[in-house]
């Protein structure tokens, strides 16, 4: 049959569109080698007919991201729309600052943005390309900030963060991965229990803090504020005393694992996430409270996803201390009365907005139409602390409490934490220059943040002249008192 190139083309299962296909079909130069024709499935209905279906085997199914081949659909079905690189206008007022993948930006190649990553994916699990140190660094040089997940998720169901995640873990099932600098930072954390391989006493900032022996809920801390924000833990204390709660620390608190399972090192980070969650049951404790982004979504998250549980099942409630604190200030059990003379904005971390959606292992099938069987609500970034965020800012008494442009899931991150910083210090640095131009456009003065990490960084990199510096949420809390 010849192709008539003034026909309308559509993809219905009319007998000329199946010729058609056929034709096409054998010209390999247009298909390529693994191009397979779809059979009509004959129990929905003949050829042309408006019930026709083609025909689709269902396939086993796992979100696992310890074998990448699990996410090939997804990355197979990416259709390089770039939507994950752009925020869309309906979210984004104008058209200054409305990137959302700080890699694609800073590389300015879309090898770097998911698109590429995806093209990346499916050519090394069809053995079409192999591992070079580039492919490496692009798969690495990305914070696995979430961002383009849910932005895909908006018109496709496809998983993207766990189709990065699932390659990382690849890159070192493989053996081309850790990178010189992440396996440096995994070697501290295994020999010494935190990140910077320090031997000094990591409660040093809860001397003078009222911390109960015994107490249902537990403080879990983490390394950057133990060791580098030792003010953050004491003004989180200070709020649990304020609210009346009463909250014990573990004994021999130890790095949860966000960067090793960021990196995608699945048997010791299996191996923190079990140790972690055993020295949390032991301590009797039934709600675990973070200050750390980073750390939140490690425990309600992360560590599930590494153990194959819901994060329902963990055996212990995770809450940040925004929740508790925003909840209080509703209830008018907190009033903030001290008033703040500063043009203030919230910094939607990742690891508090889009990427902390609680956990449910998944096992089913695929097919038809991509369809999966039995059906999974998605994780699209929807428990994000967007609203206690506000709530605590909103309570500010005298603070000129205003937004970033790029707000909510949609915020961009600054490649402060997963580790992205340890191995890629000038992504680092550009993405967080790029922040602090919106903030400096916007006339902010004060970030606040509640991830440390990102704190850090905007402090590190802001340029004195500009007037801007960036706060932990518990620190403006404790200062508005
Ligand atoms: S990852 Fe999703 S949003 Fe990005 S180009 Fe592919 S289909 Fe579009
Ligand atoms: S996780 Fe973030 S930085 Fe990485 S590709 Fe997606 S949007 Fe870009």
Redo the contacts with the bound molecule.
Sequence with gaps: MAIDSNSRFDMSSSKANMELAKDIAKDKSLTGARYKLSELDPEYGPMGSSHARFKTPRTPLEFNIEDASNFKYDMDHCIKCKG??WVEHTYNPGVKFNV?????LFNDFDA???MG?MRIGVGLLEGDIEWTPSLVNILYS????????V?CKRNLDLE??LS?ESLRVKAVQDGVAPLPAHKSAVDKILETGNIYGSKEDRKAWAKDVKVADKADVLYYVGDNTSFKNPQIAQATATILNKLGIDFMLLDNEKNEGNVVISIGMMDEAKKIAKETVDAIKASGATTVVCSDAEVYRTLKADIPKVLNIATADLGFKVVHIMELAAKAIEDGTLTLTTPIDSRIAYHDA?SVSRLCDDWTPYKGERGWMGMIYPGQRRRRGRQGLYKEARTIMAAVPGADNTEFIRIRENAL?I?AGRGTDIAFPALTKFATEKRLEEAKYLGIETIVSADPQCRDAFNTYADPKDGVKAIDITELIVAAL
């Design positions: 994950c690189y959302r993948c700080p890699s694609n770097y943005g998911a990553k990305c914070p696995l900030c979430g961002a383009c997940d932005a993207i963060e990065l990742s991150d490649c």
